[in-house]
């Protein structure tokens, strides 16, 4: 299947996701509410991983729904639940001081923008053949294979260290 | 399509993640602003994985970051629940017992 890189219903679909995804994430970093702040992570997840299959990766996109939308969503609700007495509007979720953090980030923003367009302007995606899952496994079991087992050996002590953190005695 | 499309995309979610990390008090949601944050890393990785036409490199790095961000929410939400239970408030400001 070859990965076509110029048509107009690709423009068309990044656009409206990429809106979807900015409104989203605004709403997840400004909104009073917990809960609606992760459901708002969740739009803007499901939008990444439409995103990542515009992009020819299929098997990445499958993996994002499954761990973020699946796994770690759940694991977000459940801190909420168990951190917090009431669900619903709460205005103790930001900083007193929230002008200097918008500072910060419009100016990165202004200069990432400023070097991006001024380094890649010009740069086009090529017409490649999609990668298929069967090639990202020949590539996780042969070349990156250490890699692979330092990730297995840190996502171990994560959840061993997270059991430990949480237990009750 | 040209790739700057996606890479200003990552851009934009990487700011509002910045924005939200420094902006928020409660630390649930500084670690969904974290999310925002690896996210856009993620739609970079496979951004300039395709433009390397079709690299698996870019795939495999991109999985590896879920499988991190997969740990990182699972202990971050430990100790968030950790400071909870000590302190009954999740107000990233009120742990100022290491300040010198």
Known sequence: ?169 | MLINEFLLLGAALFCIGVYGVLARKNGVMVLMSIELILNSVNINLLAFALKNGGDVAGHVFALYIIAIAAAEVGVGLAIVLLIYRNRRSIALDELSQMKG
């Not at chain 1, 990445?60 to 168990?82: E, H, R």
């Not at chain 1, 205005?91 to 890649?120: C, F, S």
């Not at chain 1, 090529?126 to 990668?131: L, R, T």
């Open chain 1, 1 to 169: 299947m070859i990965y076509a890189a110029n048509s107009v219903p690709q423009h068309i679909g990044f656009g409206i996701i990429a809106a979807l995804m900015i409104v989203g994430a605004l709403r997840v970093v400004t909104s009073n509410n917990i809960i609606r702040a992760a459901l708002w992570l969740v739009v803007v997840l499901a939008g990444a991983a439409a995103q990542y299959i515009l992009l020819a990766a299929e098997f990445v996109a499958v993996t994002q729904v499954l761990v973020y939308i699946g796994a770690i969503m759940v694991l977000f609700l459940f801190g909420t639940m168990l951190t917090r007495a009431q669900i619903g509007y709460e205005k103790e979720l930001n900083n007193k001081h929230r002008i200097i953090p918008g500072v910060v980030a419009l100016m990165l923003a202004g200069i990432l923008t400023y070097v991006l367009i001024d380094a890649y302007h010009a740069s086009r995606l090529p017409k490649v053949d999609v990668v298929t899952t069967q090639q990202v496994s020949d590539a996780i079991f042969t070349t990156y294979l250490l890699p692979f087992w330092a990730l297995s050996l840190v996502l171990t002590a994560a959840v061993i260290g997270a059991i430990v953190l949480a237990r009750k005695d």
